[in-house]
Each structure stands twice: as structure tokens, then as C-alpha cells.
């Protein structure tokens, strides 16, 4: 028996060059051709010698069969500034993995340094070496953001855009580590770094938008300077080490950027651009000052441990000028971008780029909303040219969402007296999390939906999980766990989720309170700022980690901000635990309110049960018996307010709303959100899915849910297996309807189910998105991190072919399913990664299937098995199915 490890890691961080933690938790992937091939043991070291030659801490031989969650903990942490080395060995396998550790008792030795004033700037520190080096390595930070460069290299940054991430720059400040070893060379070195406003003190600009304003036009910052902090480690091959650090020897000056507004808006003459200035031979002039040490954000220094930014696909537009001087770009595609734009004119000629997501019968930039106008005249970067001929301009600090640009000030050809577009490319910038899956159907309607909400979820994904890149950008909490299961299919979540659990604890408010955004950047009030289906994220998400990821990094951490948490809402439950103080089914007629006690109580109990399983996994028996009784307690008032069994009104049990007092409304959100949270006693549960049916069709299958009970509509028509009318709610002609979207041309979701939205790259109503992978490709976990998951053919729809892929963490998992003419029975392709088990679900104790194994391209034997479970062990088959 042999394994190979195809992929490893360390839960909740995407890189590893500069971790802060003093325990870890590590995982591996193993892959054999033998189906009954399993890891029996396993041993992990860890090392500060890539030989090994001595140990820091080794678990010794552990028995059994665990690849994730493997708690990596040496007795007096790992060493600061120090190069540690982790194998994992068993029979035959080895692997040898690097990183780096800074360990909380080691205090920086930088200090933060900028000019004392809050525009863009650029920093450089020319260094001398006399020798080669072995290793050099930077931690870097500069707030709002920072572009970091070694010697004009632009493998420097690692791909990095807009490092680092957005905290609560009071409360936390993130570091990024760079590995500059192949960059730095003998003789005279240049360290550099741009840096602009982001949130952290964030300019409006004299005229321009800027969405956290109050009614009084005024905005909270973090700080009021710009600010760089560096740390400079470098290894000589005779095992010397020296450090650098930013302080008054190192040299800034202001920026040809002039203005750094987030919100895609920035001013940039390109005549006063230093050329060369981040590398050697570069000669400084009278503007170049020596820095400030300058007081810096109040947040304690830690590793950016989610994925970066970064740029990924480009698209080039068709273009029109759509009156002289102003020229139109057509990209096909609503995404989150940063532009690049190449123009050739002479000196002093000033260009002009706008955006939108939508555009007017004449062609030009529009905002359908009258409320946010300000985004047709307030939004736009300007550049001014040198004169020098091709010149580029790309922004330096923001970003936006958008189809459409607007140049303004150019032509498309010469002969106008006007500079001369080159080209113009949109460049989708998002996280670095890896790409897992991908599914086609035979249904182009269904593929154009299904590429609407993959554009819609990665145009949301950022140093946090926003729902708007473009209006607001802020990091409302209520989209990370529930478009959690449908973002795992496509994106590895883990580090982001992780970081964002840190950003609200850092967010959680003195009384326990954890508000409805993180980082919390305008202050909201009432409902905005209080609402558990926001705030909940802090004890939803560790449990989603646990599910899909197979790791518990987060239990230890959160447990106590949980807990916290429960008892401010335990402050708000009426009639004896019921909670319905919050938004409701948001976005429902675009309103709050419906379904308040349905929907909050129900987050609610989840949270209590959460939590019960945190207590037990950290060994908090107390703590886990006093949640088991709180959760049994919020259960029975459920019931005994909400679910409604005399049958007088209809002859089923169903669950009523509190939105009419008095009366007993019987509504699709109420019955899927008892049936989804396992609040209906059992012998209920066959009542329960038929009042929701019922519901259904009194409705004509037409959506009757907001962004909150969307998701566990399609959950529920998922457990009673009826694509049909999932598919029928997509199709609607009119409002609520995904396919009307499609059909207006927009390539992804609204804000709301509205034609004419203020926001047209809203992820929040992309839930639908979960229901295709688990429901028509028919993959869904069942054990932690798909130790174990089912595939369940969609033999009840009207998919002829269904191919998609999913990289779980234990390997891809690979499925194709084809119907067999007209008839009922269907040929399926499975792959089973090693160490999983697949299990193939049928509809009833008779249904048959042939399972023939393939392997090196040959097939084993068939074999025939009956039953509604069918176990597949690790392998390639092909299965023909009679239900």
C-alpha cells in the first residue's frame, strides 16, 4: 500500500510565511490507487533544521486514520523569527513543509513612520549588501494600504493587491510577510512601499462620494496619518543574522496619486511620477524628506492570515464613442475590477474614468437609484498625462464593481486634438482563496444562473465577505453563513472565515453585543446594528469551519465572545425565550419585520447548539450542560408559541408567524425554517413539509421569501425533492425571478428582486447557488469535511446531463450523470477521493444500480447492488442506475 501526499496545510492560514500563533492545527491530503488503501497512523514533527536532526515537538505514533484538526503544540511555543519545518511521516511518505512563526513575547523593533499627513506617499530605504544572502524576509504594514516593492521587482508583493486586510484598526493591524531571498542581490538594494487612505483614514476628496458619511457629511477614520512600518530579516550563509527596521534614516515624498478615495476614486498626475524611485541608481531630490516616526493605529499587530488580493481574469471590452471626447467600454461581464487603461496624448491633457454596473439609452453611466445619483458625477478616477507617449494608468488603492467604464476627455482615434485610447482592460480582482469547483447542466437558462452567482460571490470576496462591492463595501455579517455552504463548493473559505471571526470579537460591544457588520465602519442604529441573524455569524461560522473543514482552530478563541453573545440576547427573548427585535426576512418587498420570531428564534437556538458543541470540543462540561438545557428550553417554547396542531384550520400541523396578532398565518419561511433548524418534534415533520407545499402552490410557486429565508426555501424543496418547483420559482416572468434578471441582461444578482437596483453585484440573494451543487449535481457532505458525503442523482428533474467538480478536502471528487433516453434510468461517472467514502443514494430499497470500478482504464467486474444507500470506496467508476 503507497501514498502520496498531493496537498497540506495549516488550519485557518492561507500563507505561512510570518504566523503569530503559538499552536496550530496542521492537515495533509493523501491519494492511492488501492480502493482499501487507509493512513492506520500517522507522526508529526516539527523542526527548527530542515534534516530534522532536532525536534521541537513531535506527536510520536499516533493510531488512527485523522488527516485534519492535528493540534501541533510545543510546551513553550514556537521560536520568534524562526524558521520551523513540519513533516508528517507513515509507510513509504515523508513530506517536509516550511514556514515562519513570530511569538507574542518578541516585541517589534520598527516603528511606524509616515509624514503626519493623511495623503498617499511613497517610502524607500536604500540598503547596502556586502555579501550574498541566504534568506531575507520583510513583515511590512502601511495603513490604509500599502504596495510593497524590492528593487523595482514586481514578484516583490507575491501578487498582492491592497495589503493588508481591513480590521478594526483600533482593536487589530495586520502584517504581511514577504520573501524578498531571490530579489535582494550584492551591492545597493531599494525597499519600498506606496501607500494610501483605504479605510483607515479614509478622503473624500473635494468632490467626490463617499458612502460612510452621515447625514451631516462627516465620516469616522481610524487615523488621521498615513503611515509604514517594516521589519527587514536577513540570513547570511555563514548563520549571521541582521535586522532592519523603519525609522528617520529611511526617505518618503508625497505621491503622484493625489487623491485615495476607496471608493474608486483617485487623482493621479503621471508627470509627477519619480520613475525608478523604487529601485537602484534612483537619485532623490529636494522632495524626498527624511520619515517621521509617527504614533500609528492603536490594534496590536497580527499576521494577515486569510488569502490576499489579488488580480485574476482580464477581459477586453468592445468599445463605442458615444459622443465626441467620451468613449464607452462594454466588458460583457459585472465583476469587481481594477482597470488598466493605456492612452497616448500630450502633456497636460486630463482623462477622466467612470464605472457602473448599468447604462442609460444614450449610452452613458447610469445610476437607476435617485437616491445614490452622487455615483453618476461623485465616483471617478483622473489622471493627468506627461506626455511621454503610451503611458498607463491603473488605480492604486481601490477598487469597484462594474461593467461598464466611461472614459472621458479621449478618442479612439487620431485627428481630434483629444489623447488616443490604446487599450482599456478589466481586471477581476477578488481573494486569492482556491478555486474548487466548477457545473454545467443541459439547461442554458440554469448555467447562465449558475455563472450569475459565481460572478456575484467572487466579486464579494475581499480581506472580508462584503455584499456590495460597489455602494457600500461594508462587511455585513448575515451573508458569511448563509451563502457559507454554497461558497465552499466553489472557494476553500476556511482562513477568510477564520479572520472574519476575529473581526468580530473585535467588533463585540462591551455588553456582549456583536453588531451586524465587521469591521464596523459607520455606525448603524436600531435593527441595522442589532440583529442576531447579522451578530449570530460569531457562533455560526466555527461550527461551519467544523463542517465543512474538519478543524475546531476557532472553539478555543471564540468560545467566551459565544457565550457573551448569548446572554445580551438572552436579555431581548419575550414570553419566555422567543426573540423578534431584529430585521426579519430583510429584503422581502424590501422591508424588514417578516418573520421575526420564526427567523430570529430559530438563529438563536442554532447559536445555543452551537456552542454546546464548542464547550464539549474545548472540555467545558459545565458550559456544555448549561447550553444543552437553554437550547432544550428556546425548542419547547418554539413549539409552544409558534407551531400550531389543533388542525382547525387546516388539517396538518404548520407553523404560524407572530406578524399578525392574533391570527394564524401559514407561511413557506415559517415552515422551512423550523424544518431546516430541526425544530419540529418528529411526528410533525410530515405536516410541517406539507403546509410548506401548500404554501407553495397557494403562492404559484412564486418566491415568497427574503434574502434571509431564501436559502432554507430551497433547502426544504431540496428535502422533498421537487426541482420543479425550484425551477419554476426561478423562472417567473415578473419580480420575485432570477431568470427575469437574466433576461434584462444582467450578468450578476441584484440587491433586490427589483429591475431597476441601486446595486447589481449583490451576493446575497445567490443562495439558489447551494441548491444546484447539493440537489442537481447532488454532492453534499455528511461527515465532517466530506470524510464521507452523498451524491443523490437528480432522477426527479428535468436534467438530462449534469457534470461539476468539487475539490473537497480530502481531494476532488468528480461526478457526471446522464439520463438513459426516455426512461427512467441513468448513467453516472463518479470519483471517490482517497480516504473518503462516496455514498450513492437512491429512491427506494428496489432501486439497482451496476457498479463497475475503473482502474489504469480498465474496468473490474460489475457488480449489482440493491438499496437507498450504496457506499463507493475511494476510485473511478462508472454506475448504471434503475431506480
Same mark, same amino acid.
Given at each position: 500500500?503507497?501514498?502520496?501526499?498531493?496537498? =497540506?496545510?495549516?488550519?485557518?492560514?492561507?500563507?505561512?510565511?510570518?504566523?503569530?500563533? +503559538?499552536?496550530?492545527?496542521?492537515?495533509?491530503?493523501?491519494?492511492? +490507487?488501492?480502493?482499501?488503501?487507509?493512513?492506520?497512523?500517522?507522526?508529526?514533527?516539527?523542526?527548527?533544521?530542515?534534516?530534522?536532526?532536532? =525536534?521541537?515537538?513531535?506527536?510520536?505514533?499516533?493510531?488512527?486514520?485523522?488527516?485534519?484538526?492535528?493540534?501541533?503544540?510545543?510546551?513553550?511555543?514556537?521560536?520568534?523569527?524562526?524558521?520551523?519545518?513540519?513533516?508528517?511521516?507513515?509507510?513509504?511518505?515523508?513530506?517536509?513543509? @516550511?514556514?515562519?512563526?513570530?511569538?507574542?513575547?518578541?516585541?517589534?523593533?520598527?516603528?511606524?513612520?509616515?509624514?503626519?499627513?493623511?495623503?498617499?506617499?511613497? *517610502?524607500?530605504?536604500?540598503?547596502?549588501?556586502?555579501?550574498?544572502?541566504?534568506?531575507?524576509?520583510?513583515?511590512? #504594514?502601511?495603513?490604509?494600504?500599502?504596495?510593497?516593492?524590492?528593487?523595482?521587482?514586481?514578484?516583490?508583493?507575491?501578487?498582492?493587491?491592497?495589503?493588508?486586510?481591513?480590521?478594526?484598526?483600533?482593536?487589530?493591524?495586520?502584517?504581511?510577510?514577504?520573501?524578498?531571498?531571490?530579489?535582494?542581490?550584492?551591492?545597493?538594494?531599494?525597499?519600498?512601499?506606496?501607500?494610501?487612505?483605504?479605510?483607515?483614514?479614509?478622503?473624500?476628496?473635494?468632490?467626490?462620494?463617499?458612502?460612510?458619511?452621515?447625514?451631516?457629511?462627516?465620516?469616522?477614520?481610524?487615523?488621521?496619518?498615513? =503611515?509604514?512600518?517594516?521589519?527587514?530579516?536577513?540570513?547570511?550563509?555563514?548563520?549571521?543574522?541582521?535586522?532592519?527596521?523603519?525609522?528617520?534614516?529611511?526617505?518618503?515624498?508625497?505621491?503622484?496619486?493625489?487623491?485615495?478615495?476607496?471608493?474608486?476614486?483617485?487623482?493621479?498626475?503621471?508627470?509627477?511620477?519619480?520613475?525608478?524611485?523604487?529601485?537602484?541608481?534612483?537619485?532623490?531630490?529636494?522632495?524626498?524628506?527624511?520619515?517621521?516616526?509617527?504614533?500609528?493605529?492603536?490594534?496590536?499587530?497580527?499576521?494577515?492570515?486569510?488569502?490576499?488580493?489579488?488580480?485574476?481574469?482580464?477581459?477586453?471590452?468592445?468599445?463605442?464613442?458615444?459622443?465626441?471626447?467620451?468613449?464607452?467600454?462594454?466588458?460583457?461581464?459585472?465583476?469587481?475590477?481594477?482597470?488598466?487603461?493605456?492612452?497616448?496624448?500630450? &502633456?497636460?491633457?486630463?482623462?477622466?474614468?467612470?464605472? #457602473?454596473?448599468?447604462?442609460?439609452?444614450?449610452?452613458?453611466?447610469?445610476?437607476?437609484?435617485?437616491?445614490?445619483?452622487?455615483?453618476?458625477?461623485?465616483?471617478?478616477?483622473?489622471?493627468?498625462?506627461?506626455?511621454?507617449?503610451?503611458?498607463?494608468?491603473?488605480?492604486?488603492?481601490?477598487?469597484?464593481?462594474?461593467?461598464?467604464?466611461?472614459?472621458?476627455?479621449?478618442?479612439?482615434?487620431?485627428?481630434?486634438?483629444?489623447?488616443? *485610447?490604446?487599450?482599456?482592460?478589466?481586471?477581476?480582482? #477578488?481573494?486569492?482563496?482556491?478555486?474548487?469547483?466548477?457545473?454545467?447542466?443541459? &439547461?442554458?437558462?440554469?448555467?447562465?444562473?449558475?455563472?450569475?452567482?459565481?460572478?456575484?460571490?467572487?466579486?464579494?470576496?475581499?480581506?472580508?465577505?462584503?455584499?456590495?462591492?460597489?455602494?457600500?463595501?461594508?462587511?455585513?455579517?448575515?451573508?458569511?453563513?448563509?451563502?457559507?455552504?454554497?461558497?465552499?463548493? *466553489?472557494?476553500?473559505?476556511?482562513?477568510?472565515?477564520?479572520?472574519?471571526?476575529?473581526?468580530?470579537?473585535?467588533?463585540?460591544?462591551?455588553?456582549?453585543?456583536?453588531?451586524?457588520?465587521?469591521?464596523?465602519? @459607520?455606525?448603524?442604529?436600531?435593527?441595522?446594528?442589532?440583529? *442576531?441573524?447579522?451578530?449570530?455569524?460569531?457562533?455560526?461560522?466555527?461550527?461551519?469551519?467544523?463542517?465543512?473543514?474538519?478543524?475546531?482552530?476557532?472553539?478555543?478563541?471564540?468560545?467566551?465572545?459565544?457565550?457573551?453573545?448569548?446572554?445580551?440576547?438572552?436579555?431581548?427573548?419575550?414570553?419566555?425565550?422567543?426573540?423578534?427585535?431584529?430585521?426579519?426576512?430583510?429584503?422581502?418587498?424590501?422591508?424588514?419585520?417578516?418573520?421575526?420570531?420564526?427567523?430570529?428564534?430559530?438563529?438563536?437556538?442554532?447559536?445555543?447548539?452551537?456552542?454546546?458543541?464548542?464547550?464539549?470540543?474545548?472540555?467545558?462540561?459545565?458550559?456544555?450542560?448549561?447550553?444543552?438545557?437553554?437550547?432544550?428550553?428556546?425548542?419547547?417554547?418554539?413549539?409552544?408559541?409558534?407551531?400550531?396542531?389543533?388542525?382547525?384550520?387546516?388539517?396538518?400541523?404548520?407553523?404560524?408567524?407572530?406578524?399578525?396578532?392574533?391570527?394564524?398565518?401559514?407561511?413557506?419561511?415559517?415552515?422551512?425554517?423550523?424544518?431546516?433548524? +430541526?425544530?419540529?418534534?418528529?411526528?410533525?415533520?410530515?405536516?410541517?413539509?406539507?403546509?410548506?407545499?401548500?404554501?407553495?402552490?397557494?403562492?404559484?410557486?412564486?418566491?415568497?421569501?427574503?434574502?434571509?429565508?431564501?436559502?432554507?426555501?430551497?433547502?426544504?424543496?431540496?428535502?422533498?425533492?421537487?426541482?420543479?418547483?425550484?425551477?419554476?420559482?426561478?423562472?417567473?416572468?415578473?419580480?420575485?425571478?432570477?431568470?427575469?434578471?437574466?433576461?434584462?441582461?444582467?450578468?450578476?444578482?441584484?440587491?433586490?428582486?427589483?429591475?431597476?437596483?441601486?446595486?447589481?453585484?449583490?451576493?446575497?440573494?445567490?443562495?439558489?447557488?447551494?441548491?444546484?451543487?447539493?440537489?442537481?449535481?447532488?454532492?453534499?457532505?455528511?461527515?465532517?469535511?466530506?470524510?464521507?458525503?452523498?451524491?443523490?442523482?437528480?432522477?426527479?428533474?428535468?436534467?438530462?446531463?449534469?457534470?461539476?467538480?468539487?475539490?473537497?478536502?480530502?481531494?476532488?471528487?468528480?461526478?457526471?450523470?446522464?439520463?438513459?433516453?426516455?426512461?427512467?434510468?441513468?448513467?453516472?461517472?463518479?470519483?471517490?477521493?482517497?480516504?473518503?467514502?462516496?455514498?450513492?443514494?437512491?429512491?427506494?430499497?428496489?432501486? &439497482?444500480?451496476?457498479?463497475?470500478?475503473?482502474? @489504469?482504464?480498465?474496468?473490474?467486474?460489475?457488480?449489482?447492488?440493491?438499496?437507498?444507500?450504496?457506499?463507493?470506496?475511494?476510485?473511478?467508476?462508472?454506475?448504471?442506475?434503475?431506480?
Amino acid at each position: 500500500m503507497t501514498f502520496e501526499i498531493t496537498r =497540506c496545510g495549516i488550519h485557518g492560514f492561507h500563507e505561512v510565511l510570518g504566523i503569530d500563533a +503559538d499552536k496550530i492545527r496542521v492537515y495533509w491530503v493523501l491519494s492511492s +490507487d488501492d480502493a482499501d488503501a487507509q493512513q492506520t497512523s500517522y507522526r508529526v514533527e516539527i523542526s527548527c533544521s530542515q534534516s530534522f536532526s532536532e =525536534c521541537l515537538w513531535d506527536s510520536g505514533k499516533v493510531d488512527g486514520n485523522q488527516q485534519r484538526n492535528v493540534l501541533c503544540s510545543p510546551k513553550d511555543g514556537f521560536l520568534s523569527a524562526t524558521f520551523h519545518y513540519w513533516r508528517v511521516t507513515m509507510p513509504h511518505t515523508s513530506l517536509i513543509f @516550511r514556514t515562519w512563526f513570530e511569538n507574542e513575547p518578541n516585541r517589534w523593533k520598527g516603528v511606524w513612520i509616515g509624514d503626519n499627513g493623511d495623503k498617499p506617499l511613497y *517610502i524607500r530605504k536604500s540598503i547596502h549588501l556586502a555579501e550574498k544572502l541566504a534568506r531575507a524576509i520583510v513583515f511590512a #504594514s502601511g495603513l490604509g494600504h500599502f504596495n510593497f516593492v524590492c528593487n523595482g521587482d514586481p514578484r516583490t508583493a507575491n501578487r498582492h493587491v491592497l495589503d493588508p486586510g481591513w480590521t478594526n484598526y483600533h482593536r487589530t493591524v495586520q502584517f504581511v510577510a514577504y520573501d524578498v531571498s531571490e530579489i535582494l542581490r550584492q551591492g545597493e538594494n531599494i525597499l519600498g512601499a506606496h501607500v494610501g487612505n483605504g479605510f483607515y483614514a479614509g478622503d473624500q476628496g473635494d468632490d467626490r462620494f463617499f458612502w460612510p458619511c452621515y447625514e451631516d457629511n462627516t465620516y469616522v477614520r481610524y487615523g488621521n496619518e498615513l =503611515c509604514f512600518f517594516a521589519e527587514v530579516h536577513l540570513f547570511y550563509e555563514d548563520g549571521r543574522r541582521e535586522t532592519l527596521t523603519t525609522g528617520p534614516d529611511w526617505k518618503l515624498r508625497k505621491s503622484a496619486t493625489t487623491l485615495a478615495n476607496i471608493y474608486s476614486s483617485e487623482t493621479k498626475d503621471l508627470g509627477a511620477y519619480p520613475t525608478g524611485w523604487d529601485a537602484p541608481g534612483f537619485q532623490e531630490d529636494y522632495q524626498w524628506k527624511d520619515a517621521t516616526p509617527v504614533t500609528g493605529p492603536r490594534g496590536k499587530l497580527r499576521y494577515q492570515s486569510q488569502p490576499p488580493v489579488v488580480l485574476h481574469e482580464t477581459f477586453e471590452p468592445v468599445s463605442s464613442e458615444i459622443e465626441p471626447g467620451t468613449v464607452s467600454f462594454d466588458f460583457g461581464q459585472n465583476m469587481t475590477t481594477m482597470i488598466k487603461v493605456q492612452v497616448k496624448g500630450s &502633456k497636460g491633457s486630463s482623462v477622466i474614468v467612470r464605472f #457602473s454596473e448599468t447604462i442609460g439609452d444614450d449610452g452613458k453611466v447610469l445610476m437607476p437609484d435617485p437616491l445614490f445619483k452622487q455615483f453618476e458625477t461623485g465616483v471617478f478616477c483622473k489622471f493627468t498625462l506627461a506626455g511621454t507617449g503610451v503611458e498607463t494608468w491603473e488605480p492604486d488603492f481601490c477598487f469597484t464593481s462594474a461593467r461598464y467604464i466611461q472614459v472621458e476627455g479621449v478618442s479612439l482615434g487620431e485627428g481630434r486634438n483629444l489623447p488616443v *485610447i490604446q487599450s482599456v482592460t478589466s481586471r477581476h480582482v #477578488s481573494s486569492a482563496a482556491p478555486k474548487l469547483g466548477n457545473l454545467k447542466t443541459d &439547461k442554458e437558462d440554469v448555467n447562465s444562473l449558475i455563472k450569475m452567482c459565481y460572478w456575484s460571490f467572487v466579486s464579494n470576496l475581499f480581506s472580508y465577505h462584503t455584499d456590495c462591492p460597489q455602494i457600500e463595501k461594508f462587511g455585513w455579517l448575515e451573508v458569511t453563513h448563509l451563502l457559507a455552504p454554497a461558497t465552499q463548493y *466553489i472557494r476553500d473559505m476556511e482562513s477568510l472565515y477564520s479572520k472574519i471571526l476575529d473581526d468580530i470579537v473585535d467588533a463585540q460591544e462591551p455588553d456582549g453585543l456583536c453588531p451586524t457588520m465587521a469591521p464596523e465602519i @459607520r455606525y448603524m442604529c436600531g435593527p441595522l446594528h442589532d440583529t *442576531i441573524t447579522w451578530g449570530g455569524a460569531v457562533a455560526l461560522l466555527p461550527e461551519i469551519i467544523r463542517f465543512y473543514y474538519g478543524s475546531t482552530h476557532t472553539f478555543e478563541k471564540l468560545l467566551g465572545p459565544c457565550v457573551r453573545y448569548m446572554e445580551y440576547i438572552q436579555t431581548k427573548e419575550r414570553e419566555g425565550g422567543l426573540i423578534e427585535h431584529g430585521l426579519g426576512d430583510w429584503g422581502r418587498d424590501i422591508a424588514f419585520g417578516n418573520n421575526q420570531a420564526n427567523i430570529e428564534t430559530a438563529i438563536y437556538y442554532r447559536c445555543l447548539r452551537n456552542i454546546q458543541t464548542m464547550a464539549r470540543e474545548v472540555g467545558k462540561p459545565d458550559v456544555e450542560a448549561r447550553f444543552r438545557a437553554w437550547a432544550d428550553r428556546i425548542y419547547a417554547v418554539y413549539n409552544g408559541r409558534l407551531l400550531v396542531t389543533d388542525k382547525k384550520l387546516h388539517p396538518y400541523a404548520f407553523y404560524t408567524s407572530r406578524d399578525q396578532p392574533g391570527t394564524y398565518d401559514r407561511n413557506m419561511v415559517a415552515q422551512a425554517f423550523a424544518l431546516q433548524f +430541526d425544530l419540529v418534534p418528529k411526528e410533525h415533520i410530515a405536516d410541517v413539509q406539507q403546509a410548506f407545499l401548500a404554501d407553495c402552490a397557494d403562492a404559484d410557486n412564486r418566491i415568497q421569501a427574503g434574502e434571509i429565508g431564501l436559502k432554507y426555501l430551497w433547502n426544504t424543496l431540496a428535502d422533498v425533492d421537487r426541482p420543479d418547483i425550484v425551477l419554476e420559482m426561478a423562472r417567473q416572468e415578473e419580480h420575485p425571478s432570477y431568470m427575469r434578471f437574466l433576461r434584462r441582461g444582467e450578468t450578476t444578482l441584484n440587491e433586490f428582486w427589483q429591475d431597476e437596483c441601486r446595486s447589481k453585484c449583490h451576493d446575497m440573494l445567490g443562495t439558489i447557488y447551494e441548491w444546484f451543487y447539493s440537489a442537481v449535481l447532488g454532492l453534499k457532505p455528511e461527515t465532517e469535511a466530506y470524510r464521507t458525503w452523498t451524491v443523490k442523482p437528480p432522477l426527479n428533474s428535468e436534467f438530462q446531463c449534469v457534470e461539476g467538480t468539487v475539490e473537497c478536502p480530502y481531494g476532488k471528487i468528480a461526478i457526471e450523470y446522464r439520463r438513459e433516453g426516455d426512461g427512467e434510468g441513468a448513467s453516472m461517472k463518479v470519483t471517490v477521493p482517497t480516504s473518503t467514502t462516496g455514498i450513492l443514494v437512491l429512491p427506494k430499497e428496489t432501486s &439497482k444500480v451496476t457498479i463497475a470500478r475503473l482502474r @489504469r482504464g480498465l474496468k473490474n467486474d460489475a457488480v449489482t447492488k440493491r438499496g437507498t444507500r450504496i457506499n463507493l470506496k475511494p476510485g473511478i467508476y462508472e454506475l448504471q442506475i434503475q431506480p
